[in-house]
Nanobody, 128 residues
Framework: QVQLIESGGGLVQAGGSLRLSCAAS????????MGWFRQAPGKEREFVAA??????????RDSVKGRFTISRDNDKVKNTVYLQMNSLKPEDTAVYYC???????????????????WGQGTQVTVSS
């Protein structure tokens, strides 16, 4: 069974930092693009960041550029993607989801439809 398991969410004050992790089990996503999305209450799920299959290309939504960094470790054991979030703002509050594409050697993509596997999400709350 393929699973994406997020961790690292929590409550932080504005200006603080969190590092989210997404560990894959059941299969390797080492040659597949991956991404992070978020969904706030009453809003649609939105793109946050994406990374291509080997980590050479990244993409971000405008509101997080310069504050968030996506990276990945394609080691056979770790098989993990990360989202380092700095200078957090209250508007970053949401449930954050990890996603993986089934496209082999694929590019970083922004659209929800570009991903086939999703984690259960981890809550990030930023207080003002």
């Amino acid at each position: 069974q393929v699973q994406l398991i997020e961790s690292g969410g929590g409550l932080v004050q504005a200006g603080g930092s969190l590092r989210l992790s997404c560990a894959a089990s059941g299969r390797s996503f080492a040659i597949h693009p991956m991404g992070w999305f978020r969904q706030a209450p009453g809003k649609e799920r939105e793109f946050v960041a994406a990374i291509d299959w080997n980590g050479g290309v990244t993409d971000y939504r405008d509101s997080v550029k310069g504050r968030f960094t996506i990276s990945r470790d394609n080691d056979k054991v770790k098989n993990t993607v990360y989202l380092q979030m700095n200078s957090l703002k209250p508007e970053d509050t949401a449930v954050y989801y990890c996603a993986a594409s089934s496209a082999f050697y694929g590019e970083a993509v922004q659209g929800v439809d570009g991903y086939d596997y999703w984690g259960q999400g981890t809550q990030v709350t930023v207080s003002s």
